[in-house]
């Protein structure tokens, strides 16, 4: 099954935090508990799994995020300041 692309201006953001991986969006935040390297996954609010893409350097590209059967795909965009 191929993920739908993530549509464009919606976005949300994944940060580590103490050591820690968040995800937020909309305003709701969750811990990112690993699963494996590159595999991650939120129990609350929802059951989501997010998997990070790399290219052939081992640099994260963009991930994956599943939920109830769905999955999207977003490219990363990184966060200036």
Known sequence: MQAKQYPPG???LVEQKDNKLFFTDRG???ELL???VDKFFI???ADLTVT???DEAGKI???IF????RSMEAKK???RD
Request: glycine share 4%; aromatic share 12%; no cysteine.
């Open 34 to 36: 690993a699963e494996a």
């Open 10 to 12: 919606d976005l949300f």
């Open 77 to 79: 965009v990184i966060k």
């Open 66 to 69: 599943s939920m109830n059967g």
């Open 52 to 54: 990070f893409s790399r």
């Open 43 to 45: 129990r609350y609010p």
């Open 61 to 63: 590209i963009k991930l």
């Open 28 to 30: 709701n935040s969750a």
